[in-house]
């Protein structure tokens, strides 16, 4: 447990934190009265640490055993391929649009494009399906300005976990992977 050990921070000093009692006293009187309770416990008398469960929302992944809990709301990875179109655009202006994309936007693995439409796949850590396919609904519009990119509309997005997106690999559906990672036309 790290700690400042200041009066002020509301933390034990180290050596109180290691051994594992808080003494009262140490922290400043605000965090003494929690919620407008007045502490129990006078000066100096010391207190035993208590650790809180991990409670319903850690689960160990299947296999892992104990060590390899995790909350279920980290981000994960998913896989998103975004597809826009519109009115005809230039390929050499397009292109150098979705090569700037590529750089500002560090996980793009692939776009593919025409005068019309174009294709992005790229990885996006989110916590949820939701949130990957928030970000991937304002990608096109947000990068439009920074990137250059037509002012063409979403026409379809498919958001995907990592372990569908190798299953599929797997099955022999999905993009190959050894599919040129970068800007190509169709």
Same mark, same amino acid.
């Given at each position: 447990?790290?700690?400042?050990?200041?009066? /002020?921070?509301?933390?034990?000093?180290?050596?109180?934190? /290691? %051994?594992?009692? !808080?003494? %009262?006293?140490?922290?400043?009187?605000?965090?003494?009265? *929690?919620?407008? +309770?007045?502490?129990?416990?006078?000066?100096?008398?010391?207190?035993?640490?208590?650790?809180?469960?991990?409670?319903?929302?850690?689960?160990?992944?299947?296999?892992?055993?104990?060590?390899?809990?995790?909350?279920?709301?980290?981000? +994960?990875?998913?896989?998103?391929?975004?597809?826009? %179109?519109?009115?005809?655009?230039?390929?050499?202006?397009?292109?150098?649009? @979705?090569?700037?994309?590529?750089?500002?936007?560090? *996980?793009?693995?692939? /776009?593919?494009?025409? !005068?019309?439409?174009?294709?992005?796949?790229?990885?996006?850590?989110?916590?949820? @399906?939701?949130?990957?396919?928030? !970000?991937?609904?304002?990608?096109?519009?947000?990068?439009?300005?920074?990137?250059?990119?037509?002012?063409?509309?979403?026409?379809?997005?498919?958001?995907?976990? +990592?372990?569908?997106?190798?299953?599929?690999?797997?099955?022999?559906?999905?993009?190959?992977?050894?599919?040129?990672?970068?800007?190509?036309? *169709?």
């Amino acid at each position: 447990m790290a700690s400042s050990g200041s009066p /002020s921070s509301g933390r034990a000093s180290s050596g109180s934190a /290691s %051994s594992g009692r !808080v003494t %009262s006293g140490t922290a400043s009187s605000g965090a003494a009265s *929690f919620a407008g +309770r007045p502490s129990s416990r006078a000066a100096g008398e010391e207190r035993a640490l208590t650790s809180v469960a991990a409670g319903d929302r850690y689960r160990a992944p299947e296999g892992d055993g104990p060590e390899g809990a995790r909350p279920q709301d980290l981000p +994960r990875l998913w896989h998103v391929t975004l597809s826009v %179109s519109g009115e005809e655009a230039d390929l050499k202006e397009l292109r150098r649009a @979705l090569e700037q994309l590529a750089h500002d936007h560090p *996980f793009l693995l692939t /776009s593919r494009y025409a !005068v019309d439409h174009a294709e992005i796949r790229y990885w996006e850590e989110a916590r949820d @399906l939701h949130d990957a396919a928030a !970000v991937a609904l304002r990608l096109w519009g947000e990068h439009r300005q920074t990137a250059g990119l037509p002012p063409w509309e979403i026409v379809g997005l498919e958001v995907i976990d +990592r372990q569908t997106y190798h299953q599929r690999l797997a099955e022999g559906y999905g993009p190959l992977p050894a599919t040129p990672v970068g800007v190509h036309p *169709f």
